[in-house]
């Protein structure tokens, strides 16, 4: 196998096995729907020659589970229909694109219904901002979340998106869920490991009905916490097999495994990839720390992996595959980029710069 030779993931094959990894983007209108420049940042992608485009995180209802002002959602018609013009900008270039789907749970920072917040359990998020402590969810909220994220997954696949992802990691609720200290409760979805996957589980589940056979359902997952850098979950085999396994069982057909480059999460995280790539045999996208095409193509070509996603290489090279393939340069990523937040028109901000600087340049004597 190399990075270039197609993928089949249950009814889509991808021309290749490079993905460009979710982002945070924060660019959307304030009503949530998708405008002109995003358009033209996924297509950028789509005419870099990637195999499949990931959206950044993508909110699925108008109660809790927005994160940011100026998110993007796909709670609403107006927001689906929105979302059509990048999906068919992104597949006439011959790419697929798969939609990430988010709740933020206790790090949701635009509330609009008023200052509450709702999770696993009342712990104070682990936030450089400030949050409230959420609100225990009951069984029967559980119950109304999965139902909105099989909604949102039924708005992906109308808006002709190929494939779905839900958002596993970075502290949200999928994740507050599964991490010990995040999840204090006493019931069927709280204490042993296997009760803390049964939320990811139910919620894969309600997505897998909702959408038609075919349809690619997966979650990202990431051992590394940006609320707790020096925490490690499913630190052992028998964690990462039972994590995998039940994922696996609800009906997940891909797995994505970032923070491969985290230096406290990277062994974890790597016993993670691992244990997808041999116990979950299903198709496995790797992230982190895999912008060098090399690193890439070795991960690749001995099955590690069947796909690497990039994220700050994809902004920095926007034509990542392109230039690859055609043993072109590729330029570094400055962080300078998602300064001083990361917006598409603080990018486009730096692009002018960056070709200001270059014209006032001296020419060669």
Not at 15 to 43: E, H, K, L
Request: proline share 6%; net charge neutral.
């Amino acid at each position: 196998m190399t990075l270039f030779s197609p993928v089949t993931i249950d009814s889509v094959t991808l021309r290749n096995r490079t993905a460009v990894a979710p982002m945070t983007r924060i660019s959307a209108a304030p009503d949530g729907c998708v405008t002109d420049r995003m358009v033209a940042y996924y297509d950028e992608f789509a005419r870099g020659g990637w195999g499949l485009i990931e959206t950044e995180a993508t909110y699925i209802d108008t109660e809790y589970s927005q994160c940011r002002a100026h998110q993007s959602g796909i709670a609403t018609t107006a927001q689906r229909d929105a979302w059509r013009r990048v999906v068919d900008a992104v597949r006439a270039r011959g790419a697929a694109i798969f939609i990430q789907l988010q709740h933020a749970g206790a790090l949701a920072e635009a509330r609009h219904n008023g200052v509450e917040t709702v999770g696993p359990s009342p712990v104070a998020p682990r936030s450089k901002k400030p949050l409230p402590t959420p609100r225990e969810l009951t069984v029967a909220d559980i119950a109304r979340i999965h139902d909105h994220f099989a909604r949102a997954a039924m708005r992906a696949v109308e808006a002709g998106f190929d494939g779905v992802e839900l958002h596993g990691h970075n502290g949200y609720l999928i994740d507050q869920f599964l991490t010990d200290f995040t999840n204090l409760r006493t019931d069927g979805y709280g204490g042993s490991l296997d009760n803390r996957i049964r939320f990811a589980v139910e919620t894969l589940e309600a997505v897998r009905r909702a959408i038609p056979a075919g349809v690619p359902v997966g979650i990202r997952l990431n051992q590394h916490r940006a609320d707790d850098p020096a925490h490690v979950s499913a630190a052992s085999e028998d964690e990462a097999v039972t994590i995998v396994r039940a994922l696996v069982g609800a009906g997940a057909s891909f797995l994505h495994i970032s923070g491969l480059h985290e230096p406290l999460a990277g062994r974890a995280n790597r016993l993670l990839l691992d244990t997808a790539r041999t116990v979950g045999q299903v198709v496995v996208i790797a992230n982190g720390g895999l912008d060098d095409p090399a690193r890439a193509q070795a991960l690749v070509a001995k099955g590690a992996a069947d796909l690497v996603a990039l994220g700050r290489g994809a902004l920095a090279n926007p034509d990542w595959p392109y230039r690859v393939m055609t043993n072109l340069p590729l330029a570094a990523y400055d962080p300078a980029m998602i300064k001083p937040t990361p917006t598409l028109d603080n990018a486009d901000a730096w692009r002018r710069q960056r070709a200001g600087q270059a014209a006032c340049e001296p020419l060669d004597s």
